[in-house]
C-alpha cells in the first residue's frame, strides 16, 4: 500500500505570492491533517480535514486555508507569503477523524513539502 | 495549556540503551505517541501508549507511563548508528484530537 504522498517536495517563492500544497493520503485513509515544522517552533498543527469539512483548526491567521476533495486528497494554500512562512509542512493521513479514536489514532505522515520564502 | 517538554540532546555508545523522555500538561490525554524523523524525512510513527497502561514493549522499544508524574520515556536497547535521528513525543488533544508535539531530541549515536 502507498504512503502518503506530498507535493512537490521543494519550493522556493518570494515574499507575497501565494502557494499551493498537495497531500494524497494512505488509499482508504479519509482524514487529512496538516502540521508545520519549524526550528523555532516545532511541530504546530495546521488544521485537520474529513470528508471535505474541515474539523479543527490551530492558531494560525486566515492566509493558511485548505481544502479536502471527494478522494480525500487535500491542498493547503498559504496567501501573501512572508518569511515566516518558510517550514517543513507535513500531512499526516489517518482512517477515521482524529477524535474519534478507540484504538490509538495512528497518524501516518508524509515526506513533506520544504517551502522557502526569499 | 497544552505544554509536551522534552530535553533536546542525547549522545549515546552504539549498543547502549537510550532513554528519551518527556513531560506532558494534558492530563486527559489518552494516547501518547513516539515519532522519529530522520534527516530530509516525516515522521515516523514508532509506537503509542494508552493512558491506562503503565508499560508498553515492542522489540527493541519500551514506552514507560508515568501519570501521576505526567512523564513520558522511551527506551530504546542495543542502541544503532541508525537510530539516530529526532524523537518526538507528542499528547493527543482529548477535545480535538490534534497532536502536540514536543520540541523533539536528536539522539546521537557513536559507533
Known amino acids: 500500500k502507498a504512503g502518503v504522498t506530498q507535493t512537490p517536495r521543494y519550493l522556493i517563492k518570494t515574499r507575497g505570492q501565494q502557494v499551493t500544497l498537495s497531500c494524497s493520503p494512505i488509499?482508504?485513509?479519509?482524514?487529512v491533517s496538516w502540521y508545520q515544522q519549524t526550528p523555532g517552533q516545532g511541530l504546530q498543527f495546521l488544521f485537520e480535514?474529513?470528508?471535505?469539512?474541515?474539523?479543527n483548526k490551530g492558531n494560525f491567521p486566515g492566509r493558511f486555508s485548505g481544502r479536502q476533495f471527494s478522494n480525500s486528497r487535500s491542498e493547503m494554500n498559504v496567501s501573501t507569503l512572508e518569511l515566516g512562512d518558510s517550514a517543513l509542512y507535513l500531512c499526516?493521513?489517518?482512517?477515521?477523524?482524529?477524535?474519534?479514536?478507540?484504538?490509538?489514532?495512528?497518524?501516518?505522515f508524509g515526506p513533506g513539502t520544504r517551502l522557502t520564502v526569499l | 495549556g497544552e505544554d509536551v517538554e522534552q530535553s533536546l540532546f542525547l549522545s549515546v555508545r552504539e549498543g547502549d540503551s537510550s532513554v528519551i523522555n518527556c513531560t506532558y500538561t494534558d492530563s486527559s490525554s489518552t494516547y501518547l505517541y513516539w515519532y522519529k524523523q530522520e534527516p530530509g524525512a516525516g515522521l515516523q510513527l514508532l509506537t503509542y501508549i494508552f493512558s491506562n497502561m503503565d508499560m508498553k514493549q515492542d522489540q527493541r522499544l519500551t514506552v514507560l507511563l508515568n501519570k501521576k508524574d505526567k512523564h513520558l520515556s522511551l527506551r530504546i536497547a542495543d542502541t544503532q548508528t541508525g537510530d539516530s535521528a529526532i524523537y518526538f513525543c507528542?499528547?493527543?488533544?482529548?477535545?480535538?484530537?490534534?497532536?502536540?508535539f514536543g520540541q523533539g531530541t536528536t539522539l546521537q549515536v557513536k559507533p
Open positions: 507528542a499528547e493527543q488533544d482529548s477535545n480535538t484530537g490534534k497532536l502536540i
Open positions: 499526516a493521513s489517518s482512517l477515521i477523524p482524529t477524535r474519534r479514536t478507540l484504538n490509538g489514532n495512528e497518524q501516518f
Open positions: 488509499s482508504g485513509h479519509r482524514s
Open positions: 480535514y474529513f470528508s471535505e469539512t474541515q474539523r
